[in-house]
């Protein structure tokens, strides 16, 4: 006998919401309230003690942020999830909930320009230090590991040569010392992979792009797979061990599989405030609702546009791991069946004003920091997301001064087909 | 915390420290599970009045093991730690499997067991042979199944409102990776012993007829892992039997309905350590 859960297509228009109770909406209401009528003395005091389940006030939880939360909670099969006003505030909330001054990370350094800068010049400041690892090299991940490690972290896909992390081994190894993996899964929405199926324990997205798909909203979102063992590990006492900032509350004691989220909601929400408003979860859910088509035709999209471009003379080479030439060619076929991701890189023939020229004579494409987005984007990673990565980095993480990162969208393919060709034509008069 | 004298048993006290002199409420979870299944329910009474003993049972996360094979040697288990913590008034609590031991308890506890809370309780307990073959050969399958039927219907499990323990979890995920936590820790037997133990379990109707103290039946309308009705022959049995059933509810009704199990339980021990003025 087999038995099912709803599948993704039904959570990612229902998870987290029934109809409102109050008025029948259909639609997720957006709830803009900073704060929330207690029913009496006691209901009051039982809220704030976390005795029962129910909302405060906004910057600690909000019943528009909760379905957010509560439906990427269902899509990556974790046991729960916390918004956050962006990625960054997600990675920054996963840290600072594990540790403090004199612990140490490991992190692939084919990370997102922000990740990098945080993990490389502003932690440090804060006494967390960083050694940054090829994806690739599990011999490195091991050496980097010290008595003082707390975190091992990559992205699913590196930005943004799309290196495929090795989810199964890395995981291993973190597991093998005691050490959960943080994973970015920002460029594979659960929709192309499920992180925890593979042994990652904490996930996090910049919600900005594929799962608002729009380019409306700046949000994040932190997901517990509920699949570390704190309490064996011993190396978390902020999780562990009584906590004085909420009446000596031992979150490992209160929820076996959830403590991490319950010390991220009751402390770094609270102090750091990092939040997401309730029309931004609105924004973000809109988005989500139809993430499997849009996800689907990404991929179908993206395709079609590394086909053309493999085969132009104008271009050196593209980082796509589903082209046999991709070092992770083999590892994107078992961990990414459903496709790599609609982000990619590749290099142009010819000199940096080459590159310049087929950015700007683009017209279906737009020039701009993000990726994502509904519609196609280019960028030029070495002189913005990149910018303050050194040179030496750069090139560790696949990047020259002639690489073009893509975001490839959903408009029609010979539309973006016929852009490609014209700005490519545009490039090589200058080349 | 552990209590010094319970024998390598691990009991949560609710975020309070444990005083024997108050009235004691006793929470026994069901198979697979452990104390974290009753921590609204738990942390609300040890702040309004009660003491709390939340136990793991034996070879549960942070009770030394080994599982034990019968509700009876597990009843007896938890009795030596109750006595040896000194409690004098006792409300039991049990969810499914740990609602077999609160029945056992009943006896061996006597007069000084003032109440019975059963919830998502039935006897017999039977496991279905789909289930129990899928524990054998095939513990994931067998983790679905009950998580599953765990849960009301289909994507309602998705979307309870309130959630638990707050804002932003999923219950149907965090009661998935719960059990998966027990088997790697505890080893994959626990769930099969537990389930061999509900099966095997015959002294239900006699311990609900010797039961001295009322009993409050907490039971889920669309509960699929023990039905409403399989519980009709312990309500019958009991002397003073309360049954409150939660329109809509499935089997984890602590995680589904958090609020009115603990409405069901706050009524039930203001009733039933009410004449000795505790509460």
Not at chain 2, 220 to 237: C, F, K, N, W
Request: net charge negative.
């Amino acid at each position: 006998m087999t038995v099912r859960y709803p599948g993704f297509d039904t959570l990612a228009l229902h998870a987290g919401q029934p109809p409102d109770p109050a008025t029948g909406a259909r639609a997720v209401p957006i709830y803009a309230s900073t704060s929330f009528v207690f029913e009496d003395s006691d209901h009051a005091a039982a809220l704030f003690n976390m005795e029962r389940a129910g909302h405060v006030y906004s910057r600690i939880s909000n019943p528009t942020v909760a379905v957010f939360e509560e439906r990427m909670a269902a899509l990556e099969r974790g046991v729960g999830a916390i918004a956050t006003a962006s990625g960054q505030a997600a990675l920054h909330l996963a840290i600072a909930t594990l540790m403090g001054a004199g612990s140490h990370i490991v992190a692939s350094r084919s990370l997102y320009g922000g990740s990098h800068n945080l993990l490389a010049y502003t932690l440090p400041r804060f006494g967390v230090e960083t050694t940054f690892v090829s994806p690739r090299d599990l011999a490195a991940w091991r050496a980097a590991i010290r008595p003082s490690t707390r975190l091992l972290f990559g992205e699913t896909l590196g930005n943004p040569g799309l290196d495929v992390l090795d989810l199964p081994a890395v995981s291993a190894l973190a597991h093998e010392h005691g050490l959960p993996l943080l994973v970015d899964s920002t460029f594979t929405t659960p929709w192309l992979m499920t992180p925890f199926d593979h042994g990652a324990d904490l996930v996090y997205h910049s919600a900005t792009k594929f799962l608002g798909g729009h380019g409306v909203a700046i949000g994040g979102v932190l997901i517990d797979g509920g699949t570390f063992d704190w309490l064996a590990s011993g190396r978390y006492p902020t999780l562990t061990e009584p906590y004085a900032g909420f009446h000596g509350m031992n979150f490992a004691e209160e929820s076996t599989v959830a403590p991490f989220l319950l010390r991220a909601r009751r402390e770094g929400l609270r102090d750091f405030g990092a939040c997401m408003s309730a029309h931004t979860a609105f924004l973000l859910l809109q988005g989500i609702e139809t993430l499997p088509l849009r996800m689907q035709r990404h991929v179908e999209n993206t395709r079609e546009v590394v086909r053309f471009l493999a085969g132009h003379q104008a271009v050196e080479s593209v980082a796509y791991p589903e082209l046999e030439s991709h070092p992770d060619h083999a590892l994107a076929q078992r961990l990414l069946p459903r496709g790599a991701g609609a982000v990619f890189s590749f290099n142009l023939r010819g000199s940096r004003a080459a590159g310049s020229a087929f950015v700007e004579a683009l017209r279906v494409f737009s020039h701009l920091a993000n990726v994502g987005d509904a519609k196609s984007l280019v960028i030029h990673p070495a002189s913005t997301t990149h910018f303050r990565v050194p040179d030496d980095e750069l090139a560790a993480a696949g990047i020259t001064q002639g690489t073009i990162r893509l975001s490839v969208g959903l408009e029609d393919r010979a539309d973006l087909l016929d852009d490609l060709a014209q700005a490519l034509k545009r490039a090589q008069k200058v080349a | 915390m552990n209590l010094p004298t319970s024998q390598g048993l691990y009991a949560y006290t609710g975020g309070r420290s444990f005083d024997p002199a108050r009235p004691t409420v006793v929470f026994i979870h069901g198979a697979e599970h452990d104390h974290s299944v009753w921590s609204l329910q738990s942390r609300y009474l040890a702040h309004h009045g009660y003491s709390v003993l939340a136990f793991d049972l034996p070879g549960h996360m942070r009770s030394a093991g080994p599982a034990l094979a019968s509700v009876e040697a597990m009843a007896d288990r938890l009795h030596d730690s109750i006595e040896a913590s000194g409690v004098q008034r006792v409300l039991v609590v049990g969810h499914s499997m740990g609602s077999l031991i609160t029945l056992e308890l009943a006896g061996r506890i006597g007069e000084r067991m003032l109440g019975a809370a059963l919830v998502s309780a039935a006897f017999p307990m039977s496991v279905s042979d789909a289930l129990l073959v899928a524990t054998r050969d095939d513990a994931s399958a067998a983790m679905d199944m009950i998580n599953v039927w765990s849960h009301s219907a289909s994507i309602e499990a998705f979307q309870r409102k309130p959630s638990n323990p707050g804002p932003g979890f999923s219950n149907v995920w965090q009661n998935l990776r719960l059990m998966q936590r027990i088997a790697g820790r505890d080893g994959p037997e626990v769930l099969a012993l537990d389930f061999a133990a509900c099966s095997a379990y015959a002294g239900g109707l006699e311990a609900a007829r010797s039961m001295a103290c009322p009993a409050l039946f907490v039971l889920g309308e669309l509960d699929l892992m023990t039905p409403v009705r399989s519980a009709r022959s312990l309500i019958d049995a009991c002397a003073d039997a309360t049954v409150v059933v939660l329109e809509g509810g499935g089997h984890s009704l602590m995680s589904e309905r958090p609020d009115e199990v603990l409405a069901a339980l706050k009524e039930f021990a203001a009733r039933v350590f009410a004449p000795n003025g505790d509460a």
